[in-house]
T-cell receptor, first 110, second 114 residues
Framework: AQSVTQLDSQVPVFEEAPVELRCNYSSSVSVYLFWYVQYPNQGLQLLLK??????LVKGINGFEAEFNKSQTSFHLRKPSVHISDTAEYFCAVESGKLTFGQGTILTVHP | DTAVSQTPKYLVTQMGNDKSIKCEQN?????MYWYKQDSKKFLKIMFSYNNKELIINETVPNRFSPKSPDKAHLNLHINSLELGDSAVYFC?????????????FGQGTRLTVV
């Protein structure tokens, strides 16, 4: 069985500050890893994904994530956030079916 | 030019009623899904269909019945609605039946059972 844990339910930051949203997973088999973003009253959209190859993955809107197999983590980072990044972020792992974490609400303050 | 569209967007209904949520995708994808997002924002897969065939059926009450008339549509019918069914239901689609390709989500249907 696979599971995903997002360690922070809410992350408040100021505009232009760096941010890291943490994600740990457990799985007995090889996995694919994803980050999705959900803006208010909208569906989820893909931010980035790790399938294989380089462990540092770059996504849309300046986000990146690093796959760390030994720590079973896939933390999401952005060096400088904008107000428009305020949303809920979901980490997900897939090995046959997609399993989501509980979500992290990122709130960017001016 | 919506890729995955769900109707209705909001649905308020009384306990015991039967209701349906429709989903259509115009991406030419083979696989469609239904997810439930509960009050704690936890997203969990309910069903997955590939080319109109059921391939994932999680532990979901029999009151929930998906129907796929063609591979562009996956509707969700719910019988005898209960208070605990209140949630946001998301439809999604992808090119294959393993999600190592991107999944595209609809905007969600907020179901409130009173």
């Amino acid at each position: 069985a696979q599971s995903v844990t997002q360690l922070d339910s809410q992350v408040p930051v100021f505009e232009e500050a760096p941010v890291e949203l943490r994600c740990n997973y457990s799985s007995s088999v090889s996995v694919y890893l994803f980050w999705y973003v959900q803006y208010p009253n909208q569906g989820l959209q893909l931010l980035l994904k790790y399938l294989s190859g380089s462990t540092l993955v770059k996504g849309i809107n300046g986000f990146e994530a690093e796959f760390n197999k030994s720590q079973t983590s896939f933390h999401l980072r952005k060096p400088s956030v904008h107000i428009s990044d305020t949303a809920e972020y979901f980490c997900a792992v897939e090995s046959g079916k997609l399993t989501f974490g509980q979500g992290t609400i990122l709130t960017v303050h001016p | 030019d919506t890729a995955v569209s769900q109707t209705p967007k909001y649905l308020v209904t009384q306990m015991g009623n039967d209701k349906s949520i429709k989903c259509e995708q115009n991406l030419g994808h083979d696989t469609m899904y239904w997810y439930k997002q509960d009050s704690k924002k936890f997203l969990k897969i309910m069903f997955s269909y590939n080319n109109k065939e059921l391939i994932i059926n999680e532990t979901v009450p029999n009151r929930f019945s998906p129907k796929s008339p063609d591979k562009a549509h996956l509707n969700l019918h719910i019988n005898s609605l209960e208070l605990g069914d209140s949630a946001v239901y998301f439809c999604a689609s992808s090119r294959g039946h393993t999600l190592n390709t991107e999944a595209f989500f609809g905007q969600g249907t907020r179901l409130t059972v009173v």
